[in-house]
């Protein structure tokens, strides 16, 4: 049984709100690679869009290494997800406060976002986004296979 999404599953699912995991390898080879779960956004065809502080961790390794991982996934049956791996092929620093907005209201109503945007407003003004253009593509979606046994 074949359990790999279609281009457009994979595309649509990649385009949907999950909380994704980023990974990204440590260049010296002394660590696992670093795994995080981030907002990201992406729509069909584009660039994975992930926001981070400029100074952190993953932005660092990000920028020595120049490329990442990055998975999402269903958590409840049927399960399925969609894990890509590409180069960072752009930086926005700064960050247009319009799309750090924008993926705000992503992930949270109206006013709560509004509200998280006006007390960490500060701090979010230290975010860029790294852009990755998916050059791999590994996907599985359980749905068949759960229908067989369901």
């Not at 599953?9 to 980023?22: D, P, S, Y």
Request: proline share 7%.
């Amino acid at each position: 049984m074949d359990l790999a999404m279609s281009t457009d599953e994979r595309e649509k699912f990649l385009a949907g709100v999950h909380i994704g995991v980023l990974g990204v390898d440590d260049p010296r080879g002394q660590r696992a690679p670093l795994l995080v779960p981030v907002w990201y956004s992406y729509e069909p065809g584009g660039e994975v869009m992930v926001q981070t502080r400029r100074d952190s961790v993953k932005a660092r390794l990000i920028r020595e290494v120049g490329r990442f991982g990055f998975c999402v996934q269903d958590e409840s049956a049927p399960y399925r997800y969609v894990s890509v791996e590409g180069p960072v092929v752009a930086v926005d620093d700064p960050l247009d406060p319009a799309r750090r907005a924008a993926l705000a209201h992503r992930y949270l109503d109206p006013v709560t976002a509004s509200a998280y945007l006006a007390a960490n407003g500060h701090q979010l003004a230290e975010d860029i986004i790294f852009r990755m253009r998916p050059q791999r593509w590994r996907t599985a979606d359980f749905s068949a296979f759960a229908a067989e046994f369901g």
